[in-house]
């Protein structure tokens, strides 16, 4: 190691690492316990510890609902997941149209359309959703009017409402991801393949799109992961049943106490993103 | 000839998606919004009532002072937290401890702010782990509630974006060459003479950039404010939800959305030309 190395180091070592164990704490520490208590035994979702027990996950006695007989809430899990998936794609396909936008073109007013481009992840959540809200319930209205009753029932608090409002600010995401990897690209091999006889089409399908998938497959995960935990947009847009997603889900019911099946979905909530987000780590350090 | 419009062809074919999703769900709505806002709910007429109501109303002008002051303040906290952290992380750890706490400082950050929210709700709350744990340790023999306070407030606000302050700084400190830092002790400075020269205004856009990450996700939050301060949490975004799905005054929520939105970039610009930082820069 170099010398600046060893004398901020005798700075006091001691304090350094204290203070990284006690910032790994806070940051952790809620969590773990939260992990914990999911598979205690005792129904306040506290301590004292009473016994492990799986109840929380699977159990379907009167007093202890496990999150997987709970069929409300396995439902919210189907709903998220349908989203999810519908937001992504949608995301992933905007995101390398965009990406093509704003390396490969020219144009009047780009640096204007890179700089709105990013607003939807800089206006709060709340605004976007509200202003989404207002916008749809507007078309909706006129679409009543115009073509009679139900005819913008689409563009009501539901299904579609939050998976467009998702894909206002996911797809942002998702464009900064794939352009960063498209500016590495070397042109010369896409006229190489032109050169060797292919179209433009089938050189940017062959070779550019490529070479873009390290980075497709990371936003994929990241827009997913957004879409799935995403509470503030979504709860302006979501409606009925078939719209109610977990955070969605989970918050009203927060509203009226904490029951260990919380700790649980929790659980797998850690789970299933750590294991995502470690994936997408793991495609985003194959795109340097 | 033929290849120009091929070009253009191609142009429109990558503009009009682009245009299309950033119009639809982006900008119109916020025009949307910026019109009803100046649009009376009963009667339709143009007014400037619902910004009025504003400022006349003590109520929500002390909601609004309350949430800007607090934003600031817990801006300013989180960065005093996540400073020493990003230095350690990139200046004194090795590469192994590096990627490993790194790891651990990131990870949480994947999971919903919902789920954090509550893993810090199962801790404070009347009955929660740190209420238990006093009692265990004989220092209250009662239940003591933590939820629901300012402080918890601040601690969730904090929890919640953090990680949008560390990182910006370690990419600036992660610029900054080590020999450098050996120069400045080479000239007699010592640590907190190398911080306050060297290190600290090297990585000022670092700083500039995670501060107005941290403050606007600290304006606009609503869930960890809500959760963690119940009702005592007068938090701005609470009236915009408050009138556009309690009272279905969507005109006046459309006026305090465009307050907050106006406030926030008012903030960031300002904070930016103060410091003459130049965003896209720092970015």
């Known amino acids: 190691m170099f010398t600046t190395d060893n004398k901020l180091k005798s700075f006091s070592y001691w304090f350094y690492y204290g203070y990284i164990v006690l910032i790994l704490l806070f940051t952790a520490g809620p969590l773990i316990v939260t992990f914990i208590l999911a598979f205690n035994s005792n129904e306040s979702a506290s301590f004292p510890w009473q016994g492990f027990t799986l109840d929380w996950f699977s159990s379907s006695t009167p007093d202890r609902v496990g999150l997987f007989d709970d069929v409300r809430m396995m439902s919210a899990v189907g709903t998220s997941l349908k989203v999810a998936t519908v937001v992504t794609i949608i995301s992933i396909l905007l995101g390398v149209n965009n990406a093509f936008l704003f390396v490969r073109e020219k144009f009047v007013g780009k640096e204007f359309m890179y700089m709105l481009m990013l607003g939807p992840l800089v206006v709060p959540g709340v605004v976007l959703g509200t202003s989404i809200l ?3 319930h ?20 539901g299904f579609w409402l939050v998976v467009f409002g998702q894909v206002s600010f996911v797809a942002t995401t998702t464009t900064l991801v794939i352009t960063a990897r498209l500016r590495k690209f070397d042109i010369s091999l896409e006229e190489a393949a032109m050169d060797l006889g292919t179209t433009q089409a089938q050189a940017i399908r062959l070779i550019t799109l490529r070479f873009l998938m390290p980075a497709v497959i990371g936003a994929a995960i990241v827009a997913f992961l957004f879409s799935f935990e995403n509470f503030n947009t979504t709860y302006f847009l979501s409606g009925a049943d078939n719209s109610t997603t977990v955070p969605i889900i989970l918050y009203s019911r927060l509203r009226f106490g904490i029951t260990p099946q919380i700790n649980a979905v929790s659980v797998l909530l850690m789970v299933s993103t750590g294991i995502l987000g470690g994936l997408a780590a793991l495609f985003q350090k194959s795109d340097d | 000839m033929l290849e120009k419009i091929k070009k253009y062809r191609r142009l429109w074919g990558v503009l009009i998606p682009y245009l299309i999703w950033i119009g639809v769900l982006f900008v119109i709505p916020h025009i949307k919004l910026f019109g009803l806002s100046f649009i009376d709910y009963r009667s339709d007429e143009i007014t400037l009532g619902n910004y009025s109501k504003f400022f006349s109303s003590p109520l929500y002008r002390r909601v609004f002072l309350r949430t800007g002051i607090f934003a600031i303040a817990t801006t300013m906290l989180t960065l005093a937290i996540s400073f020493p952290t990003a230095f350690i ?11 490993v706490v790194l790891l651990a400082v990131i990870l949480p950050y994947w999971i919903s702010e919902l789920i954090r929210a509550f893993a810090w709700m199962v801790l404070l709350r009347e009955t929660g782990v740190v209420s238990y744990m006093l009692q265990v340790a004989g220092i209250t023999s009662e239940n003591v509630e933590f939820l629901y306070h300012n402080g918890t407030i601040m601690v969730g606000l904090i929890y919640t974006s953090m990680l949008f302050m560390i990182i910006p700084i370690m990419n600036s400190l992660d610029s900054l060459d080590d020999s450098l830092i050996e120069a400045a002790y080479d000239l007699g400075g010592n640590f907190w003479s190398t911080m306050k020269e060297v290190i ?12 107005t990450m941290v403050f606007m996700l600290n304006l606009g939050n609503y869930v960890t404010v809500t959760l963690l301060g119940g009702k005592n949490s007068l938090w701005f975004t609470e009236n915009i939800y408050n009138q556009f799905i309690v009272r279905f005054n969507q005109n006046q929520g459309a006026a305090f959305g465009v307050i907050l939105l106006t406030f926030s970039v008012l903030l960031v610009w300002l904070s930016l030309k103060v410091t003459k930082q130049d965003m896209a820069g720092a970015m």
Do not use: C, E, Q
Request: glycine share 16%.
């Open chain 2, 89 to 99: 992380i990139t200046k004194i750890l090795g590469k192994t401890m590096k990627s």
């Open chain 1, 134 to 136: 207002s916008f749809t």
């Open chain 2, 200 to 211: 600290i205004p090297h990585s000022g856009p670092g700083i500039m950039v995670g501060s």
């Open chain 1, 138 to 157: 507007s078309i909706a209205n006129s679409l009543d009017s115009a073509m009679g009753f139900g005819a913008g029932s689409f563009l009501r608090p």
